[in-house]
């Protein structure tokens, strides 16, 4: 019984590019309609006081995430971000701006956060979605990227520091590998 020939379906380089192209336009349509919501998404943060906010993200192997957010008032960093260490005490005072979010009833074991994780998240997520909006290039496939989204609150700016990940490959010696090998048949 001879098996069937299957045939990969062809697509040409003009095709490729055609998706490219699209991929690329639906995220710059994404960007922009997510900064017409920026501000409203800002308020908040605005009525805390904050002057700065910097989001930090990070990626490749096809995914990406937001891994740490920063603020400022005045020049200095208003974390959200408390911890308790081994003895039970912590590393900083719980800041005014985040007492909302405090943990009425905190974990007792050791590290244990000061804050209600889902309320603060539950704050945060829309600022998080924005940011995730406004990066147009491929920051989370293969090698990906990484960088920081900086919003100031004062002049309502925001910059987006964006790196690629480049990996380089190059060919060994033949000190190191060798490279052809005839074998007895």
Request: aromatic share 12%; glycine share 6%; net charge negative.
């Amino acid at each position: 019984m001879e098996k069937a020939k299957v045939e990969s379906p062809k697509i040409t380089s003009q095709e490729i590019r055609s998706m490219v192209d699209s991929w690329r336009q639906d995220e710059i349509k994404r960007r922009d309609q997510s900064l017409k919501g920026f501000a409203d998404i800002l308020k908040p943060f605005k009525e805390k006081g904050f002057d700065r906010i910097t989001v930090s993200y990070d990626g490749c192997g096809d995914s990406g995430e937001i891994h740490d957010t920063y603020f400022e008032i005045n020049g200095k960093s208003c974390s959200p971000y408390v911890w308790k260490n081994m003895n039970g005490k912590t590393f900083n005072k719980m800041p005014e701006e985040w007492k909302e979010f405090e943990d009425k009833e905190p974990n007792e074991g050791n590290c244990a956060s000061l804050y209600d994780s889902k309320k603060l998240q539950g704050f945060l997520n829309p600022l998080h979605e924005a940011c995730y909006n406004i990066l147009t290039y491929d920051w989370y496939n293969n090698e990906g990227g990484h960088g920081a989204i900086k919003i100031d609150l004062k002049n309502m700016t925001i910059e987006v520091e964006a790196a690629y990940r480049v990996e380089e490959s190059q060919s060994v010696s033949e000190n190191d590998q060798q490279s052809y090998f005839q074998l007895d048949y």
